[in-house]
C-alpha cells in the first residue's frame, strides 16, 4: 500500500503569519518530501474566484459565508486527494469555520492543524493588508464571526516572541520530521 501524505493546514486571522511561516515550513519540508504542495488561501481564492463546483461567483459575491464554505470545502478536498496519492500539503487560510475543520479531521487520513494565534492588539499593529486600519468591510475577526479554532495539532501564540524561523523549528521537533 503507497505512504499517503500529510497535510499541514496553517490557520488563523489576516496578519497571523500563516504565509510567512507555512512558506517557510514548506520549504523546510520540501527538503524531506520534495514533491510537497504548497496552497496559500489569498491565491487560491483570487485564482478560483470566478467559478466553483458548485456554479458561476461573481467577483463581488466570492466574499459570502456560502462562497468562502464551498472555496474551503473544495480547497481541502483537493488536499485529501493529492495526500491520498502521497504527496505532502502545506495550505495556509483562514477556514473559518469549525465545520470544515470538523470536515477536515474526519476526512483527511494524516491531517495536522496548526493554529497560529495572535493577540488583536499585534494584528492592528502589524497590518500588512490595512485590514485592519482601512474600515474595510468582510474582515474576519472585525465585522464577521470566525469560529476560533479548539482542536488545533497545535497552538502557536505568534505575537513575536519567536521569530518565523524558530516557530518552524519548533513545529519540526512538535512532528518529529527532524
Excluded at 97 to 119: A, G, H, M, P, Q
Aim: net charge neutral; glycine share 8%.
Amino acid at each position: 500500500m503507497e505512504k499517503k501524505g500529510t497535510v499541514y493546514f496553517f490557520t488563523g486571522l489576516a496578519g497571523a503569519g500563516k504565509t510567512t511561516i507555512g512558506g517557510l515550513f514548506y520549504e523546510r519540508l520540501k527538503e524531506k518530501s520534495p514533491d510537497a504542495i504548497l496552497i496559500d488561501g489569498d491565491q487560491t481564492r483570487l485564482a478560483a474566484g470566478h467559478s466553483t463546483a458548485a456554479g458561476t461567483v461573481l467577483l463581488e459575491d466570492r466574499y459570502t459565508t456560502q462562497a468562502r464554505k464551498a472555496g474551503a470545502f473544495e480547497s481541502f478536498q483537493a488536499c485529501k486527494r493529492c495526500a491520498e496519492q502521497g504527496r505532502d500539503v502545506v495550505i495556509c487560510s483562514i477556514a473559518m469555520y469549525t465545520e470544515v475543520r470538523t470536515w477536515n479531521r474526519e476526512n483527511i487520513e494524516n491531517y495536522r492543524e496548526i493554529y497560529l494565534k495572535v493577540t488583536h492588539e499585534t494584528l492592528y499593529k502589524r497590518d500588512q493588508k490595512k485590514l485592519y486600519s482601512s474600515g474595510t468591510k468582510n474582515v474576519v475577526g472585525v465585522d464577521l464571526p470566525w469560529d476560533e479554532p479548539g482542536h488545533s495539532s497545535i497552538v502557536i501564540q505568534n505575537d513575536g516572541h519567536e521569530t518565523p524561523k524558530e516557530i518552524v523549528e519548533r513545529l519540526f521537533r512538535f512532528f518529529g520530521l527532524e
